[in-house]
């Protein structure tokens, strides 16, 4: 009888109802002197062998729940994540360097890998085959799926200070648009594209149609731009964006709001003592930004190792995480918003003398169902 009970019990670890990853008291946890899973959230099994730059859910049109994985050790991971939390390594893929972003085809049957090789590719998975749909002149640092009523394709964005868009089928690019500079990090939710550059560039694109530019802004944070999430109203068009920035900072930005000095805002996180600003403090990057596609809610993830989550809305933190040993370098939810998961790795933010290669990579997923409910909503 108990171990049907323990069997009906993890079935729903990733349903909204489950307290699991909330509190975390696990008997076979971890010992006083090993912090590199401060949560008690679920490892993914057989991570990668180097940093994880770049993560992505499966999207809704897939049954289940599949996650990528890109790294630097060259190559793409993905697993099947069961609703008992279990992770089963189902593939993987090689570029010739690092992978720097993943996503996926809104049908889920192909997945777009951008790398240092200067390709993209795309991956189909049905065929277990890999080909490459892309190239640039330098490094490719985002991909992105566009799926539009009269056309689809794939963007990539590069530090040749190009952004391209390919048809995947043709060797040559559909359009390209000249970037200001390096394309550091980008999202796309039709019909916008937001991309930030090297020197602070800022530019959103309208993809209705065909791709084109539709507003360059002056950046609303002074320091290097890390991380970029569009986020959209209660009709689900989108209407802005959270920028994350090298210096522990964060922009809300709308597109068009009605009172841009109001509405338009900047938050500080992933600093050694939260806001207080008297005191001296370590400042760190913040490495990823996503949003909660039920909630509209957010995470961030930081050089600190501490995830965030934050309601833009009322402008509060709703939970920050206990410190894991080494930085969080990548975040995503899945579909539904029930899973959050994020990737523990090593950034290079305080160089080469503190990499250690003996240091393990890891990927979580906390059950995202209730923390990152708005505070007015009980």
């Not at 609703?83 to 889920?108: E, R, Y």
């Not at 790398?115 to 190239?135: E, F, G, V």
């Not at 922009?251 to 001296?280: E, L, M, Q, V, W």
């Not at 957010?298 to 965030?308: C, K, Q, W």
Request: proline share 6%.
């Amino acid at each position: 009888m108990g171990i049907l009970v323990i069997c009906r019990a993890k079935m729903s670890l990733f349903g909204s109802t489950s307290g699991f990853g909330a509190g975390g008291t696990s008997m076979f946890g971890n010992t006083a002197t090993d912090n590199h899973n401060p949560m008690k959230d679920i490892e993914v099994t057989s991570p990668p062998d180097d940093s994880i730059g770049c993560l992505a859910f499966s999207p809704l049109a897939l049954p289940g729940n599949f996650l990528i994985a890109g790294s630097w050790a060259n190559d793409v991971r993905c697993w099947e994540v069961q609703d008992n939390g279990q992770t089963i390594p189902k593939a993987q893929q090689m570029h010739t360097g690092p992978v720097l972003d993943v996503c996926w085809s809104d049908d889920g049957s192909k997945v777009f890998t951008a790398s240092c090789d200067k390709t993209a590719k795309m991956w189909d998975l049905n065929s277990n085959q890999a080909i490459q749909i892309a190239q640039h002149e330098a490094p490719v640092k985002t991909v992105h799926w566009i799926k539009a009523p009269n056309y689809s394709c794939v963007m990539t964005g590069s530090w040749d200070k190009t952004l391209k868009f390919w048809d995947t089928r043709s060797p040559t690019p559909m359009m390209t648009l000249q970037l200001p500079e390096r394309c550091y990090c980008a999202d796309v939710v039709h019909p916008m594209a937001v991309v930030a550059t090297a020197e602070r560039g800022l530019i959103v694109y309208q993809l209705e149609n065909q791709p084109s530019e539709f507003r360059r802004i002056d950046s609303p944070l002074k320091h290097q731009h890390r991380c970029v999430a569009i986020f959209k109203d209660k009709v689900n068009k989108p209407t802005g964006f959270a920028l994350g920035s090298i210096e522990g900072r964060v922009a809300i930005h709308y597109i068009n709001p009605p009172n841009p000095a109001k509405d338009n805002f900047t938050f500080k996180c992933h600093r050694s003592n939260g806001t207080n600003t008297s005191a001296p403090q370590d400042i760190y990057a913040v490495n990823g930004i996503a949003f909660h596609p039920a909630h509209g809610t957010l995470a961030t993830v930081g050089s600190d190792g501490r995830f965030s989550f934050w309601d833009k809305d009322a402008r509060t933190k709703l939970k920050t995480s206990e410190q894991l040993d080494q930085p969080i370098s990548a975040c995503c939810f899945n579909h539904n918003g029930n899973i959050f998961a994020y990737a523990s790795s090593y950034d290079w933010s305080k160089g080469h003398e503190f990499y250690n290669p003996q240091k393990k990579n890891y990927i979580f997923l906390r059950n995202a169902a209730e923390e990152l409910k708005p505070r007015n909503k009980k």
